[in-house]
């Protein structure tokens, strides 16, 4: 069977966040196995970070070395693995150590799947990349959905988890045996980028208008299912909608988001996206009832869908330094608030109680709305003498 290359991109975007996704969806049954509360799950969850961003950091020199398939298929043969060991953690100390080597495999798959959609972009002439994206909702989609049965079903944990070992490494078998990478970027540089590329101000204030949406992301994510189960006392299968939910309107705008930006432009768009961002947490903070609280995350996921990509595109339009550099200022900046954001809402909800997850992100959304007009194209943006 012969795959087409940009749909072999998507599958890896898929694969890649179903083995990812099981997790969260089995986080109330861990919390419950290990009696330790939000603070104690959330640091613990901080393992996955610290491998993710050790491999960002680190990642590319073994890249290089073997090349995308080898490292891209090995990294996604393990994750599930690596997952299926550490959900056998007594407490959250050994949590965080089995969990850093899934985190490992996850950084070197971003980094593959995200440069392979690029470079294909450039092969096929025509944007592909919020597209491959939305198919990482699908795949999280597809994950809160498969955990919301094995938790309704009452299927322990471990075996959910072991479970999903064969069931993605038959998908990669059957979508990725013949994957091949694509060609370089006639732009792409051989000269080695800074392990850690210094934001300059307008970074910064790119960071500012994503962080929001990264914050929300992950967390809703993390602690959408601990929610539903904790706050309305529903059946388990409403952890794993909760997941599904979020993910599944984040992948469906996400899908047609180009056509959305080339049409209404970017700040116009992401203004939208705020204040959906906005209306989900007020649902969620306040819901009397699950479905409000469903509404909610389904609010929260189509608003957090484009911000990122949008200040990625700004930032690489930038002409004070090099688009590659402003990039990676950008995604290693927004990517700590993604990644080590979430677990430590795990102390505010422990203290405050869980809807304080999303109040809290109230004063970044209002961050991003106030500085969403440097999203504008640079021959848009307006000068100095003339703001104010």
């Known amino acids: 069977m012969s795959i087409a290359p940009h749909r072999q991109v998507f599958a890896s975007f898929a694969i890649y966040a179903f083995c990812l996704g099981q997790l969260f969806t089995r986080l109330p049954s861990v919390k419950e196995a290990m009696g330790v509360g939000e603070g104690a799950l959330g640091l613990a969850l901080i393992g996955a970070s610290v491998g993710t961003m050790v ?76 597209r491959a994206h939305a198919f990482w909702s699908f795949g999280f989609f597809g994950a809160g959905l498969f955990g919301a049965g094995m938790a309704q079903a009452g299927v322990p944990p471990a075996l959910h988890m072991a479970l999903v070992i064969p069931l993605a490494w038959g998908a990669l078998w ?22 850690i590329a210094r934001p300059t101000l307008p970074i910064l204030a790119l960071v500012g208008v ?74 969620v903070f306040f819901a009397p009832a699950p479905l409000v609280a469903l509404l909610g995350f389904a609010l929260i996921g189509g608003g957090t869908a484009t911000l990122f990509p949008l200040a990625i595109s700004a930032a690489a339009q930038r002409t004070d330094r090099p688009a590659a550099l402003n990039v990676a200022a950008l995604a290693q900046f927004s990517f700590v608030a993604f990644l080590l954001g979430p677990p ?29 007009s440097r999203l504008a194209p640079a021959a848009e943006e307006p000068s100095p003498a003339s703001s104010g």
């Not at 992301?217 to 601990?226: P, R």
């Open 55 to 130: 491999a960002l950091t680190l990642g590319s020199p073994v890249i290089n070395r073997f090349g995308h398939k080898r490292v891209m298929i090995g990294a996604l043969m393990a994750m599930p693995v690596f997952y299926a060991i550490a959900i056998h953690a007594p407490g959250p100390g050994m949590l965080f150590v089995l969990l850093l080597p899934a985190g490992v495999t996850l950084g070197l798959t971003e980094i593959i799947v995200n440069v392979e959609a690029d470079r294909t972009e450039a092969r096929m002439g025509r944007r592909i990349m919020n």
């Open 174 to 195: 059957l979508l990725l045996r013949n994957f091949e990478p694509a060609p370089k970027r006639g732009t792409d540089s051989s000269t080695e980028a800074p392990m």
């Open 210 to 283: 994503s962080i929001s949406a990264m914050v929300l992301e992950g967390g809703s994510l993390d602690w959408s299912a601990i929610y539903m189960l904790e706050s309305f006392d529903t059946a388990p299968v409403f952890g794993g909608l909760a997941v599904a939910t979020v993910a599944l309107s984040q992948a469906l705008v996400r899908y047609r988001a180009d056509r959305l930006i080339d049409r209404f432009q970017p700040v116009p768009v992401a203004r939208a996206m705020q204040a959906a961002m906005a209306l989900g947490v007020v649902f």
């Open 344 to 372: 430590l809402l795990g102390y505010i909800a422990e203290h405050a109680g869980l809807h304080w997850v999303w109040g809290i992100s109230l004063p970044l959304i209002a961050l991003s709305l106030a500085l969403s």
